[in-house]
């Protein structure tokens, strides 16, 4: 049976542009998404199935475990010594990175406007210490609570290991509807919260790093940043880097509001353009004419769809919260953002329609990638069989049920794991984090000097040219293609954020394809994006020891 933190509601945040603007958000029950009527769970699993039913972190250490026995024989041939040695050290060290490592509840008052007093409840999980600091986010939602953060902090240990970030696992949340509380008390929520977990070591540059989430944004970042700058950290020139996903003016950096949306673009583009996986699949390698369904249209869907768009594939349908949309002929992401922004809803939108079927929901209507954008265990056995898209990308954390992952497996369609293509969010973060203890922005050394020396190369190019043909004609004029002269004026901090992504993205699949088929796992990505996470945290403990055991 599921507990009753596991009751889901269906979340989702408003959209605001690359501006650093906190959105507004929107919680009903996951029981009123659009497509079903409101006495129909959309996402049923199968209770007899522990597979489909079990809790989000259950769900998490199944897909470990799935993984830790693959890789268990290779890791026994690794490590050196006697057999029976071997095999009891891969065995313990394995064990110990599967539990989460401490989890840290708090309850604190708040008197509200009215003058009325409020308990308010809260979490950080940290999962592993194979690498400090432990990162990410801070959640503000109804339904938060301890297995949900647990669960999350350990994909996080997972998707910075996949995509080669120096960082430990962690989640925080705090279990409010922020939509209910003035700016006033969210803020002053927001700063207890900091406080609290500052005092018991939850909190600070080299110890725990969080970042923004669903229901929070750059402005409570920032108000964390100051709390933990005034208070414990007073002393510590790297105070600011306590939290990433700033605003530009307190230490943010530029691109990190798109960075997830983005990440999720460059890791479908990795897979789409593979023969190899299209083969299998059944469609032709690239983005051209390819259509694709996003559940979610919050920030991560958004900038998904937008990306995705460039491309040239074509978006047909966009689930919401309130209502479903549908277009066969595509929909512009930029047009549909700026209805949402004006309306505050994705229904009504005038080049679209109310999808009304042929199927019980949009996400089974026949189309080339389904990007599921919005919250956990969204994809069970049940519904499963009733999806057509080709490719899934898990923009989502915890999106799939093993046991709808073994059902869309057996239907050929190509799973993008969530540890690896929404992974883009904590590698920007990672960006912002080493500006910070720089105190220096990327490009600021470089960009004049880059400038001039691109400047110089077309001038001695012209030179070396006028002394072999002469100037008899006049200067041989030398004319910079279009690609070369957008970056002759030098890399901007954006565009080194951006090459960084997606340098770590491309060199991230390379590793998990090659993974998998060393192990011959055919369509199962995600095992091998967790053997590749897991093999690198077992090294790291390996290497450097086991203290006090």
Known sequence: MLSKCMRRFFTIRGVARDSGVRSNRQVIPIRAMAGASSDHNPYPVDKDDPEDAASFFEMVELY??????????????????????????????????????????????????NGEFEMIEG??????DHKTP???????????????????????????????????????GIKINPKLYSDFELEKITRRFTIELAKKGYLGPGIDVPAPDMGTGPREMSWIADT??????????????????????????????????????????????SAHYMGIVGIPPGFGNKTFIIQGFGNVGMHTMRYLHRAGARCIGVLEWDGSIFNPKGINPRELEDWLIEHKTITGFPKAEAYKGPESSLMF?????????????????????????????????????????KVLREKNIL????????????????????KNLNHVSYGRLTFKYERDSNYHLLESVQKSLERMFGKAGGSIPITP??????????ASEKDIVHSGLAQTMEGSAKQIMLLAMQYNLGLDIRSAAYISSVSKIFNSYNEAGLTFT
């Open 481 to 490: 293609s279009e690609a070369f002269e957008k970056r002759m004026g030098g």
């Open 228 to 273: 933990f700058q005034q208070t414990l950290g007073h002393y510590d020139m790297n105070a600011h880097a306590c939290v990433t996903g700033k605003p530009i003016s307190q230490g943010g950096i530029h691109g990190r509001i798109s960075a997830t949306g983005r990440g999720v673009y460059h890791g479908i583009e990795m897979f789409i353009n």
């Open 134 to 172: 432990t990162k990410g986010g801070i959640r503000y939602a109804k339904d938060v609570c301890a297995d949900e953060v647990k669960a999350l902090a350990s994909l996080m240990t997972y998707k910075c290991a996949c995509v080669d970030v120096p960082f430990g696992g962690a989640k925080g």
């Open 415 to 434: 799973v993008i794991p969530d540890l690896y293509v929404n992974a883009g969010g904590v590698t920007v973060s990672y960006f912002e984090w080493l």
């Open 64 to 113: 470990y475990d799935k993984a830790a026995a693959l890789l268990e024989p290779n890791l026994v041939k690794q490590v050196a010594g006697p057999q029976e040695d071997r095999e009891k050290r891969v065995r313990g060290i394995l064990r110990m990175i599967k539990p989460c490592s401490r989890v840290m509840a708090v309850t604190f008052p708040i008197r509200r406007d």
């Open 123 to 128: 979490w950080r999980a940290q999962h592993s």
């Open 365 to 405: 209507e026949n189309c080339d990638i389904l990007v599921p954008a919005a919250i956990e265990k969204s994809i069970t056995k049940e519904n499963a069989k009733q999806i057509k898209a080709k490719i899934i990308a898990e923009a989502a954390n915890g999106p799939t049920t093993l046991a709808a992952d």
